[in-house]
């Protein structure tokens, strides 16, 4: 995770994004410190990446890289805005002993567009990460990608628009309309029994949530879910990140999974 210490909406690269709005910047800081904490008390490690001034989109840590059982694909971001932010994820994980690790070609926005399962690499397109990512993707990771098109600009990630509840029983929600009516029928061939999202719930950016295997954290108002995702055996652990979703991010796009 990226403190928020220089976050503000000084651009608009997302439909979220309004600079004439003002940012509460003490407050956007509580609200990544709540989300940090709560990590912790589940029991999780937290790392954390300094902010560089300059880069106020770096809070959504999510972006800068993919890691999967320790091998990581650097980022290549869509924006000029963004593009400093891919070196200061690489030499982060060359400090902390990541050896094996690529400064990809083709652009892509990291876990903003991969979702990790246990049969598939979940990759979206359509927005931000190039479709041909995904084949860079394949060949360095070794595992299936399955492109996904985006259509709706408020879902530009994929991670604003499915989340993957349980890795290892490719268990996922998402959200259809964000989806192509052709990556719709793949995703309900896949995942026939996935918890599909209402309007609201997807609105409050719900399926931007971080799911440990039983904890979902997700932003508080995204309401709709707690049930639905209580009867499935999961724990909703609502969370107040409002400040943030002036830049179109919640829980997931600010922190980056280290498998
Ligand atoms: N303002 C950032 C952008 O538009 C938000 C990124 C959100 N991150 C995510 N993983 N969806 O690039």
New binding site residues.
């Given amino acids: 995770m990226c403190p928020p210490e220089h976050f503000r ?1 000084t651009y608009s ?2 439909p ?2 309004d600079p004439s709005k003002p940012v509460d910047l003490p407050l956007a800081l509580a609200q990544w410190e709540q989300l940090r904490d709560r990590y912790r008390a589940l029991g999780h490690t937290v790392h954390v990446l300094d902010p560089l001034p300059g880069l106020p ?1 770096m809070v ?1 840590a ?2 800068g890289a993919t890691v999967v059982e320790g091998r990581v694909l650097g980022a290549r ?1 869509a ?1 000029r805005e ?1 593009s400093g932010e891919a070196a200061a994820h690489r030499d982060w994980y060359r400090a902390h002993g990541y050896r094996d690790l690529v400064e990809p070609e083709h652009i892509n ?4 567009d991969f979702a990790v399962t246990a049969s598939w690499l979940l990759a979206g397109r359509g927005f ?1 990460s190039s479709p041909l990512s995904h084949g860079e993707a394949q060949e360095f990771f070794g595992r299936p990608v399955l492109g996904l098109d985006l259509v709706d600009p408020r879902y ?2 994929l ?2 628009a499915l989340c993957v509840l349980d890795a290892e029983r490719d268990d996922v929600m998402y959200y259809p309309p964000a989806f192509s009516p052709g990556s719709q029928a793949v995703l309900r061939r896949l995942f026939p029994d996935a918890l599909v999202a209402e309007e609201p719930d997807a609105l409050a950016l719900g399926l ?1 949530a971080v799911s440990d295997g039983h904890h979902v954290l997700l932003p508080q108002a995204a309401a709709g879910l707690f049930g639905p995702l209580r009867e499935r055996g999961y724990e909703p652990v609502p969370v107040d990140l409002t400040e943030l979703l002036k ?3 919640s829980v ?3 922190t980056a999974e280290l498998r």
């Fill in positions: 909406v690269i997302n979220w994004m989109d959504y999510a972006n971001f924006h963004r926005e990291g876990e903003g931000r530009y990630h991670d604003t931007n830049g179109g991010g997931k796009c600010v």
